[in-house]
């Protein structure tokens, strides 16, 4: 059963503070007594000795909170709640306190080496902001709340990793390279998910690392220029056929020229060749008739 946090009985320390020294310096009034009670001292000890303790017992209870710092509080084993009051707080003196960290914290997780859903075996590392929200999940459903936070962040990176491409050409499709802030919000989710068993969630999450691995970078630097020039060349090719395609409309529309199906053809193959050529084309003047 998953411990839920709760608020402990707690009060401003100024009050125990003020007793508990007032009580230390009042065991010394009974002793000064002694001299002139020789024959019945016991109570005057018994007297120093319970103010002496009082004192200790209510100095034992205060305790400093700094900002996003709590305590948890455990009685004989028992959980009995935590305080996230800030400044000086009296609580049961007798229970154990723990402290714990609110403040949010970082780590990078480790390079991981892992194949994308292509097969393509990549590196992928991640920076991971995150706190702890539930002091009592944090300190007992897990062993170890940071250790726990860095194993489940680094399996999350091994399961995006595994369920993406590192790169991709195709509308639609989310790529570790190509779709930075929706992996980063894929990633956030994963790990927010797996860590709030131990009372913790994520303030955010990016890719610090991503890369082929090196056996394969060099293969997979050519296969990744050879897709983006095909992907230029097809958005070259539909820009040159709609070019194209105006310029028939045009002409056709301003009765500049008549053309059969055969000089269209012909026409069309030109436009084409100047339009996708990668060298500047040199131009034929033809000074006699189309036909």
Partial sequence: MAMKERDAVSMSGWLALLLGLGSLGGAVLPLTQLPQHQQDPAAYVLAAVGLFLLGLILLAGCLVIGPNEARVLTFFGRYTGSVKVAGLRWVNPFTNKRDISLRARNFESAKIKVNDIDGNPIEIGAVIVWRVF???????????????????????????????????????????????????????????????????????????????????????????????????????VEGAVSMVEMALEQLSKRGIVELDSERKASMVSNLLVVLCGERSTQPVINAGTIY
């Fill in 134 to 236: 539930d002091t009592a999940q944090a300190t007992f459903d897990v062993e170890n709340f940071t250790n726990y936070v860095q194993i489940q962040a680094e399996a999350a990176v091994r399961t995006l990793a595994m369920h993406h491409p590192y790169d991709s050409h195709e509308e639609g499709v989310i790529s570790l390279r190509g779709a930075s802030e929706q992996v980063a919000d894929l990633l956030r989710k994963e790990v927010d998910e797996r860590i709030r068993a131990a009372g913790c969630e994520v303030v955010d999450a990016r890719i610090a690392h991503l890369a082929y691995a090196p056996e394969i970078a060099q293969a997979m630097l050519q296969r990744q220029q050879a897709g983006a020039i095909i992907a230029a060349r097809k958005l070259i």
